[in-house]
């Protein structure tokens, strides 16, 4: 079943020349994965072309160069403070063990990076998930739910 953003169709066989690179346990759900990412990449594509990062025709390079700058421009991702990292580390103690035979943490100070960016990372993760849904909550999705999937 063919699906669509707004007027643009991704047929089935785009769908399953894209689920090489989503490797699932069922066939089922690498259509799935392969359809979302479709989704989300034509999703994007089109809000680039509509904020001007984008003109078509485009090549691959040249598309995913102008997703990239929107999604920069468009998400906003703060650093983690030293107080939020260590509030983390602080209610995560035991995941910062000397080693797996022991129960005694390592020090802040010795993973206070790490913290930083696992936050950072998280938040980039959250922003463009929020993103891409108010993305697709303005646009004419047909034969896939996004939102039930991200």
């Known amino acids: 079943m063919p699906l669509y953003v707004n007027d643009t169709e991704i047929t089935d066989v785009e769908v399953h020349n894209e689920m090489q690179f989503h490797p699932a346990p069922s066939k089922g759900q690498a259509q799935d994965l392969a359809a979302k990412a479709l989704l989300i ?41 030293e107080a939020v990292c260590r509030k983390y580390y602080d209610q995560n103690i035991k995941r910062f063990r000397m080693s797996k035979n022991t129960e005694i943490p390592k020090p802040f100070s010795a993973v206070k990076e790490q913290v930083r960016d696992y936050l950072h990372t998280r938040s980039i993760r959250q922003g463009v998930q929020s993103y891409i849904l108010d993305l697709a909550k303005n646009a004419k999705i047909k034969g896939f739910d996004l939102a039930a999937i991200l």
């Open 41 to 81: 990449k034509e999703l994007l594509r089109q809000q680039a072309i509509e904020e001007g990062y984008l003109e078509t025709p485009s090549t691959e390079d040249e598309l995913e160069t102008a997703i990239m700058q929107l999604v920069e421009q468009k998400v906003d991702t703060p650093e983690a403070t």
